[in-house]
């Protein structure tokens, strides 16, 4: 296992002040093309990673909002002081049609998101990525995104042509237990339908932040999917020239790993 040399981490406070995203621009895009070195991949290189990322993670975060309550059932039900709050849970979802890229989701009918979106809530699943190593790195310099719509239960005649049992098992093997049918919980088989998607693909200067159009969400190709790499997902490492390019500072991608 190899250490940061002792000429980087002179270099150090330099890195922070002069090659990091000024303040502005750590969660927004500068008015006008970088300075920095850096490209900023367009709306449509930015969908790609993002349907990528929706193929490779399987656990996000489903955002929906408390019914009004004005007679609470103190046994079951949320209070009504949480009438019109947001609530964010985790769940499980998996890009079993990605033809459509709509997530696939296993509702389990007395879960709160789900009983939330039959009492007329809207919905939205938030998810990033997640580099494979174990190693420190800067998460808001990870891309993230938000999926806005809503859900949409699937036919029976769509579950078994499509296979989703199975390629959702393959994503939660655990789910196994609680498919359609099962003695525990009633679920049923959803897919949320995209309407719009909110990108932030890390710093500002050196990736997009926006919204990304529905028709450049859908029109990514499998071959596309297949094409690009994601941050750190092949090296295992953050490697010597990638800390050095992410710093500013340069550097090539054939350098051996090491830990920050």
């Known amino acids: 296992m190899m250490h940061i040399p002792t000429f980087l981490v002179s270099l150090l406070p330099l890195a922070s002040a002069a090659h ?3 303040a502005q621009h750590i969660f927004t895009n500068p008015a006008s093309p970088p300075t920095t070195g850096f ?3 367009t709306v449509h290189e930015s969908a ?7 193929r490779l993670e399987r656990i996000g975060t489903l955002s929906t909002i408390f019914p009004n309550n004005d007679h609470p059932n103190p046994h079951h039900g949320p209070p009504s002081s949480v009438s019109g709050t947001p ?3 985790m769940d499980y979802f998996a890009d079993c049609e990605p033809q459509r890229g709509d997530p696939t989701i296993l509702a389990i009918n007395i879960a709160t998101s789900f009983r939330n979106v039959a009492a007329g809530s809207n919905i939205t699943l938030s998810l990033r990525w997640h580099p494979p190593n174990k190693q420190h790195y800067s998460a ?4 993230r995104f938000s999926l806005v719509g809503y ?9 078994v042509k499509g296979l989703l049992p199975a390629c959702f098992v393959k994503y939660h093997p655990d789910a196994a237990a609680w498919l359609p049918g099962n003695p525990i919980h009633t679920s049923h088989w959803t897919r949320l339908v995209v309407q719009e998607v909110y990108w932030i ?3 500002g200067d050196r990736a997009y932040i926006g919204w990304i159009p529905l028709e450049e969400w859908q029109s990514v190709t499998e071959d596309e999917i297949q094409s690009i790499r994601l941050p750190d997902e092949q090296s295992g490492g953050w490697g010597f020239g990638m800390v050095k390019e992410w710093m500013g500072l340069g550097g090539s991608d054939n350098q051996e790993s090491w830990e920050l």
């Open 39 to 41: 490209k900023i991949p």
């Open 20 to 22: 990091l995203p000024q």
């Open 151 to 159: 859900l949409e239960n699937i036919k029976d005649e769509d579950v």
């Open 140 to 143: 808001a310099a990870i891309p």
């Open 201 to 203: 693909g890390g710093f």
């Open 48 to 54: 790609v990673q993002a349907r990528r990322i929706l």
């Open 87 to 89: 609530i964010g849970l």
